[in-house]
């Protein structure tokens, strides 16, 4: 009774004190609930808090001894794929997870068409309703699944590249692609999850993940946080061979990046295959040391209906080790012997006989499949050279190599060393990370101090662009040999 | 072609620049127009900006060839009244100004009414859209009077009691009158005019004067802001005499400051005569120095219908000076002759006969308005008093004394010290201020340091919580004389 302190200012001096902070924001929907909430649990409260840059929000008031849930859910917004975690905030745990194709695919399959698609009258709008009506769908059936309302959901965090970002959002994307290449924005940060249309709690801010530009998107930025490497004292790269080939090399000092859409080769190439990994796939190849056959992995081990990225990876590592195909990545055809077939003027190799196969004919890959695979192991290795000779480190003094991506948990190093895609470290040093971008998404959620760690690993980061000049030209021939034009690189490889 | 800075960020770069400042805010549905705005004036635009605390946010962007009025609102929101002033942001010019009266009072004339009508179901949310409706058809015709489109309002603020910004923002006002006097929010600082309901601009931020507690509002932090008082090394007084008695006293380096309502004397009073003052009633009263008539002078020169409280208390100074009423404001028979007559056992005095009226009877004042005249005008003396030997100074030390509110420029210096309402300082001292709120209002749209200022002067006012004590019940006894008990206090007063 002598305490007239107002209602919100004894709510914000209590926060204040539990969050060890200087300053809590409490929106008006909230003020309009404050006075009857907190009467009515005697000025007990609990409360549902939100992280922003340098201070924390207040996103709900809460009865007491109402047991909530409050939840967090990371995205990672593919250009092809959509992944979703829902998390308990409180206890740190996953509550489940979802996946969907992006429906913008059907305005085009990459980035690019993506861009000319949204300049159409009406497409970006269309683009960003097709986005956000899907995450809407698909939160709603996870949290259906998870036996939660949607407005247990507080707080989000999105990944993606600077395109996928950008449709969210409903953000021109246009001038991304177009000279001097320019993005709308680089830090987003953190919106109203109402403003993007998405069906949270009413107060739910959704944390957008900043990007560099054009070309270094949130998704690699998600993936370093869920790395982790900038925090290491020792060398690391991250290599995330997605729908792009990007890279970063660094520790807890610096940080140098660059993506492989600078190099053309990579284009398609590895991109298409990695598309393909469904169900009854062929992921994995390897040869019978006996019979001399391949022997092939599917996906769900049904039976095989085509041969994805990963697989074509270790197919062009057996080729070139059992001596079937040259240092070119040429068929030998006294090597291939009948496996060999020639249509339409260009050589195809049967990997699996149409009886084995669930298509009723033959599963074969052809010289150009070798020749574009070959183009992208390439472009791949002398991203990595180029970068490395930059900051003036050899690629022997990487102490981790995290492989990101969903299609990276695929790749075996062995096959992706021998081919001469990945540098030949010790087997140990390699690690995949997995879907790295949802990794790291949900990292942003879990850790009070994530915003700050995010912002610092962005401003950190150096930005190389890739020159294709005559010095990345003769790296990239050099590179387009099995393994390498310098055997002495890969001395693990055993050269036939 | 050499610089892909993101939009966003070369935009911020070039207004941080421009203002001055470390952080600008650039909120989503800018981000949405940025790019193509940027190219279509060739990266030169005009911005719209509006100061937050400690940053600056975009409004606005727009073609550098288009002359566009940004205009700000200035809002007092009274328990009667309420008040418009349209400014051109750019020239701080006024473009226009309206009022009208405040709908809620339809549930209650004063603020405890219209508290217990928002705790009737559905009560507060009805009063919360009585005033948003009202506001909004207002302010589409104050601009369509100016001839400018609702959404050129980027900016608005508005200051009014405690009560009137609670109903206001919707938020729930029953704790502002029980013990201990909670308001729900003491600095709601800058909202969205869409989360306030006001069609403005779909970018404008709508600042609400913060309050001190339920008693001090922010019509009176506006008013102080508004009279500079906060500024000057000199000893200043601020009385608001509105729907409530309110005082400020300092300078630059402290302000104290209570309210009337702690008063029970204040009640009714000054108060219900104020809100009368309209066309045709009588503001001024003096008398003819021959005939002894009394010589009224009424709002537009109207023939009189009635008297309000300026009017009350010029006539109360003409009865005392002229020996009509004795030192305890009694009608002395033998000095009033026939215009004194009896009603119900209680004694009139015809201020203006029938014939000379507008409504065709006797204007009269009772000997009832004349007792309620006094307690009113001994409790804001004692609450002068009172303010002033709490912290040890001397009325006569008062170098200005503010009057504020529109009653407050009706008011005569002369009549409200003959009868002890104010104190005998040189006349010279007194200045009027008009509607200070709705000043303050518009002086914290025009300067883009208000929001520290006004920060600066609530977090410096000492409210002083006057306690009906013997201290006080002596001084008020002392001050229910003509013009007061001590007669040495009043020099100037030629007492009959």
């Not at 993606?160 to 320019?182: A, C, D, S, V």
């Not at 290795?381 to 003036?392: A, K």
Request: contains cysteine; proline residues 5%; aromatic residues 6%.
């Amino acid at each position: 009774m002598a305490d007239n302190t107002a209602d919100a200012d004894r709510l914000v001096q209590a926060l204040c004190l539990a969050l060890d902070t200087k300053r809590v924001a409490v929106d008006l929907h909230l003020l309009r609930r404050l006075p009857a909430q907190l009467r009515n649990g005697s000025f007990r409260a609990r409360c549902v808090m939100g992280r922003e840059r340098g201070f924390w929000r207040l996103l709900d008031i809460l009865d007491p001894n109402l047991s909530l849930t409050a939840a967090g859910l990371a995205v990672d917004l593919g250009t092809s794929r959509v992944a979703l975690r829902l998390l308990d905030l409180n206890s740190n745990t996953v509550l489940g997870e979802s996946a969907f194709n992006n429906p913008q695919i059907e305005s085009g399959p990459d980035v690019l068409s993506r861009i000319h698609a949204a300049a159409l009258p009406g497409g970006l709008k269309a683009l960003n309703q097709a986005m956000v009506s899907a995450l809407n769908r698909a939160i709603s059936a996870l949290c259906d699944q998870c036996d939660l309302p949607p407005k247990n959901i507080y707080l989000a965090a999105v990944a993606g590249n600077t395109t996928m970002t950008h449709l969210f959002m409903g953000l021109e994307p246009r001038w991304i692609i177009r000279e001097p290449y320019i993005p709308a924005v680089n830090k987003p940060g953190s919106l109203r999850a109402t403003d993007l249309g998405l069906s949270l709690n009413a107060a739910a801010r959704v944390f957008i993940f900043p990007n560099i530009g054009s070309y270094f998107g949130g998704d690699l930025i998600a993936g370093i946080l869920y790395s982790g490497l900038h925090r290491r004292q020792e060398l690391s790269l991250l290599v995330d061979v997605g729908t792009n080939a990007e890279v970063v090399l660094g520790n807890r000092h610096w940080l140098i990046a660059c993506a492989g859409a600078a190099g053309p080769a990579l284009e398609g190439g590895v991109t298409r295959m990695g598309m393909m990994a469904a169900p009854g796939v062929i992921d994995r190849v390897s040869m019978d040391p006996d019979s001399a056959a391949f022997d092939v992995h599917t996906i769900g081990g049904l039976p095989p209906t085509g041969i994805c990225g990963s697989g074509l990876i270790d197919l062009a590592a057996v080729l070139f080790l059992s001596g079937m195909i040259d240092i070119r990545g040429k068929f030998i055809p006294g090597a291939c012997k009948n496996l060999l077939k020639e249509k339409k003027g260009l050589q195809h190799l049967v990997v699996v006989a149409a009886e084995q196969s669930a298509v009723d004919r033959d599963l074969e890959i052809s010289q150009a499949d070798l020749d574009s695979l070959i183009r992208s192991k390439a472009a791949m290795y002398t991203i990595l050279e180029t970068l490395s000779t930059t900051v003036g480190v050899s690629l022997s003094d990487i102490k981790t190599l995290y492989v990101a991506g969903t299609f990276g948990v695929l790749i075996d190093p062995d096959s992706a060393v021998a081919i001469g895609m990945m540098p030949d470290l010790p087997r140990s040093r390699f690690r995949t990370l997995g879907n790295s971008s949802l990794g790291g998404a949900a990292r942003a959620l879990k850790n009070p101090g994530a915003l700050e760690e995010i912002d610092a690993i962005r401003d950190r980061i150096t930005y190389l662009e890739l020159n294709v000049n005559q010095e990345f030209m003769n790296r990239f021939s050099a590179a387009k040999f099995l393994p390498h034009t310098d055997r002495s690189r890969f001395p693990s490889v055993a050269i036939p």
